[in-house]
């Protein structure tokens, strides 16, 4: 099952955090679990304004609509310590027809005064059995993007780029396919003295720089012939990179 889809009836009464890493669905769960409540979604953006300057009246009007509304406050855990004593203060007195979803990376930023009056939702960073059954439900294959992307690049939003950029421009999909190929092809078997060959050819350097390191007993001399051969920024970021 997937961890940013609402896949059945789901009611939270009160207000709502809905916490996660970057890229792990939140946002999409948020607006699948409006549609699924048949309610209108309003969003206030805390981390363009972390003081709660420009939105406070806004929260005082929104939060006492008497009409059934989800009011998304996105990166919730951003708030300052004055901005969420007046969100405190909301969350005790606003409307019951208005629903407070708290949207934030840690919910360990917001204070325990909020927290003790929501409930929690935790998402995850998807998984291949997610990205499988996401694309299944669109009538796609998951194949090319599970070869495309690395582990620790799987998010929604690089899922949603990747399955996109494979229905609307199939023929650009497999450029971008065959590139990632030769990345790692040339990953596979990293010279130092072709540098200048991966940069003509346009090797992703992290790849071309993992292909290196990844030789533990060679990595400092295969860095030195880079500086060598080119002098270039690769060799830069290479020595930044831990073993």
Known sequence: ???????????VTGPLIVTGPPGSGKSH?????????DKQLLTCSCRKDRTLREGRQKLHIWGRRREPVILWLEGADDLTPEAQAFLRRILETHSSDVQFVLECRDSGRLQEPIRSRCSIRRQSIPTEADLRTYTATLGLSADSIVEY?????????????CIYLQAQNPALWAQVLEGRRRDRA???????????????????????????????????????ECLDVAGSLWAFVASALPN
């Open 1 to 11: 099952m997937s961890h940013s889809l609402v896949t059945g009836p789901l009611i």
């Open 29 to 37: 769960w948020i607006t699948a679990y409006a549609a699924q409540q």
């Open 149 to 161: 992307l690395l582990p620790n690049e799987y998010s929604w939003r690089r899922f949603k780029q």
């Open 186 to 224: 040339a990953a596979a078997d990293a010279k130092a003295s072709l540098v200048l060959t991966y940069q003509a050819d346009a090797i992703h350097p992290e790849i071309f720089i993992d292909g290196i390191l990844k030789r533990e007993k060679t990595a400092l001399a295969d860095y030195g």
